[in-house]
Structures are given as structure tokens and as C-alpha cells.
């Protein structure tokens, strides 16, 4: 059985794709395309969804490439805080530190 998507359980706490649409004020077609892995979902809107979904739907699983910190935040569903990109020191410097 394929890997469900991220994003299709955050559907399923908001009741569906067109609802999440309407929460992140995008079409039900981005959605779909999110889903299916044609369009990569932006930064901004896995934390969007990650908050909607009270944390039951991580920003680091919707977009699992982006390097994802966690900041200090008791007002944010998640014990670990509010994800945040890290954009502290580029992929290729990583490479070339370890």
C-alpha cells in the first residue's frame, strides 16, 4: 500500500480539500496538485497547515527538503514550537563540513 500523503490527512481533520483550499485561500486543483507531487508545497503554507491542523500534521512531513527548526513558541500546537526554515548554512557547505 503507497504512503499517504501529508497533506491528505490534513484534508481529512479539516473535512476536505476544498476546506483546507478555502483555510489557506488557494484553489482545491493546488491542493490536488500538492497531493499528487506536481507542485511542491511553499514553506509558508506547511506552516499554515501545521498550525490549521494543531499540529497533528508536521511542516517538516508536507515538505521533508526543506531544513526545518524549531523556535520557541508556547502559543504554537507543537511542544517543540513553531517551525521555522533554517536558512543558517546552505546544503553545499553542509556537504563540505561533514
Not at 488557494?26 to 497547515?49: H, M, Y
Not at 490549521?52 to 512531513?61: D, N, P, Q, S, Y
Not at 515538505?63 to 513553531?82: C, E, I
Amino acid at each position: 500500500m503507497p504512503k499517504r500523503h501529508p497533506l491528505s490527512r490534513a484534508c481529512d481533520i479539516v473535512g476536505s480539500q476544498a476546506a483546507l483550499a478555502r483555510k489557506l485561500k488557494v484553489t482545491p486543483s493546488l491542493i490536488n496538485q500538492w497531493i499528487a507531487g506536481t507542485r511542491p508545497v511553499p514553506d509558508k503554507s506547511c506552516v499554515e497547515i501545521e498550525k490549521i491542523t494543531r499540529g497533528e500534521v508536521l511542516a517538516e512531513k508536507i515538505n521533508s527538503k526543506t531544513k526545518w527548526v524549531r523556535v520557541a513558541d508556547f502559543a504554537w500546537p507543537h511542544p517543540g514550537g513553531r517551525p521555522c526554515v533554517d536558512h543558517g548554512q546552505p546544503a553545499a557547505m553542509e556537504a563540505a563540513v561533514a
